[in-house]
């Protein structure tokens, strides 16, 4: 496929780590915020490729794990309301709450329906007038425009029990979140490829400029993250911080103008809530009040009980990056993809689906 | 959940365009990229396309790895 294959090639990319072999010499520690890239270093092997030199940690990205148990608690209580049917992309349905989980509700009798994009979501409320549809919004910058398109076009259309459940997120400031709090220390972050698509670069100035950590936003297939990692070593080597774009096919500095006016139009921002991280502020998206009747949270009112965390899941702690999957002990014992305890078992971002998926006895000590 | 595949847009239709990868086709939306011509790669999130590929970037990319990787052969 375009645009994919050639970035697969195994002899250029024997060659890039070649090249930042010859270069590393500091002993640094790199953070991939996206979940995506997650599954990429681990699926081809990256962090065996790249010398002992660069560390790699996972980051944060990762909207199905780091949606917090109340907000879970809150989509599963509005599931069953009579007469609700909600809408959510597929992770979402299998990851437990405090006490039930989207999936059960199903097995309960809720109308809970999977889709692939908020325009099935809107596609339903409009062949369902006698019901409320509702979005369970998740996401961070790359799926929040969609989200905001949705709220548009069922404005424009009259779709009036259209609703969305605003859980998105923003990445800069959780990052600034994680830099703040000190308990990872970082020489660089590999930034997300598809969320600077819609902010581009500009947004991640502030950490080499406040922090001296280089930023090189990446693409997903193995050369581009080869390439990516290359320029932060060079950057760090050279004892020069900035912000660089290694997936200039699809990234600009000024990002999707177009998909950021529609988001802004219909999202201002507020704080939320992150799991393992807890409340940041300035980093999610509400819904204005010129749109408040499609908000769930202002057209429902769901009162769930006080949340608990599941028993010995360390997702928290993995999200921040200040445990890897390995030291949970639940990990491939009382927590698997098919039995997941945590949602970073159970997303197809989560770093511990990853680790469980490509990781094997005799490699897992080297993630 | 940002995962996003390049296809190709075979047609347009308003603020919608009929796309092609590896032999399979899907409409999607294209109002962030209302830029988009047909020939055009487009990065596609759950049924939008959020950018439209730069196909001369995407080259100068390739080349420069070629020539990392080539380089790093000599030393």
Redo the contacts between chains.
């Keep these: 496929?375009?645009?994919?294959d050639?970035?697969q090639?195994s002899?250029?990319a024997?060659?890039?780590a070649?090249?930042i072999a010859?270069r590393s010499t500091k002993t640094i520690r790199v953070m991939e915020f996206?979940?995506?890239h997650t599954h990429a270093i681990l699926r081809y092997g990256i962090r065996q490729l790249v010398p002992k030199t660069v560390e790699m940690k996972s980051g944060p990205?990762?909207?199905?794990c780091v949606t917090a148990t109340a907000d879970l608690d809150k989509a599963i209580a509005l599931a069953h309301l009579p007469d609700v049917v909600i809408t959510t992309?597929g992770?979402m349905i299998r990851v437990p709450g405090s006490y039930s989980s989207l999936q059960k509700a199903k097995a309960e009798g809720a109308d809970v329906r999977i889709v692939?994009?908020?325009?099935?979501a809107v596609g339903i409320a409009k062949a369902n007038p006698g019901k409320s549809v509702i979005f369970i919004g998740?996401?961070?910058e790359?799926?929040a425009?969609?989200i905001a398109?949705s709220i548009l076009k069922a404005q424009q259309e009259k779709i009036e029990n259209f609703h969305v459940l605003s859980l998105n997120k923003l990445t800069p400031p959780v990052m600034k979140a994680l830099l703040d709090s000190g308990e990872v220390k970082l020489d660089g972050i590999v930034c997300?490829?598809?969320?600077s698509?819609?902010i581009g670069s500009h947004p991640y100035e502030f950490i080499p400029r406040d922090y001296g950590v280089a930023c090189v936003i990446s693409g997903?297939e193995p050369?581009d993250i080869l390439?990516c990692i290359?320029k932060l070593v060079e950057q760090i080597e050279k004892g020069e911080p900035k912000v660089e774009i290694?997936y200039?096919?699809?990234?600009?500095p000024e990002g999707?103008r177009?998909?950021r006016q529609?988001m802004e139009e219909v999202f201002g921002i507020g704080e939320a809530n992150w799991r393992g991280i807890g409340i940041v502020p300035h980093s999610g998206l509400k819904v204005r009040g010129k749109y408040e009747r499609f908000d769930a949270d202002k057209a429902f009112s769901v009162s769930p009980k006080p949340p608990r965390e599941p028993k010995g899941c360390r997702c928290g702690d993995v999200i921040r990056g200040a445990a890897t999957p390995l030291e949970c002990k639940l990990f491939r014992k009382a927590c698997t993809p098919e039995s997941p305890v945590g949602p970073c078992m159970v997303?197809s971002?989560g770093a511990c689906a990853a680790y469980y998926q490509y990781g094997t006895t005799e490699n897992l000590q080297d993630f | 959940?940002?995962?996003?595949?390049?296809v190709?847009i075979v047609s347009l239709d308003g603020d919608e365009a009929e796309t092609e990868?590896?032999g399979v086709r899907r409409r999607v939306?294209i109002?962030?990229?209302?830029e988009a011509k047909v020939g055009d790669?487009v990065?596609l999130?759950?049924?939008?396309a959020?950018?439209v590929?730069?196909?001369a970037?995407?080259e100068?990319?390739?080349k420069?790895?070629?020539e990392?990787?080539?380089?790093?052969?000599v030393?």
Excluded at chain 1, 1 to 4: G, T, V
Excluded at chain 2, 1 to 6: I, K, S, T
Excluded at chain 2, 31 to 34: L, Y
């Design positions: 496929m375009k645009f994919i050639e970035y090639d002899k250029l024997r060659g890039l070649r090249k010859q996206c979940g995506g990205g990762c909207p199905v992309f992770d692939y994009s908020t325009i099935d998740i996401g961070f790359t799926t425009p969609t398109a997300p490829g598809h969320v698509v819609i997903f050369l390439l290359d290694a200039s096919r699809g990234v600009k999707n177009k998909a529609l997303s971002e | 959940m940002c995962l996003a595949v390049p190709r990868i590896a939306s109002v962030f990229t209302p790669y990065l999130h759950t049924g939008y959020i950018g590929i730069d196909e970037e995407a100068e990319t390739l420069l790895l070629e990392i990787a080539s380089l790093s052969e030393h």
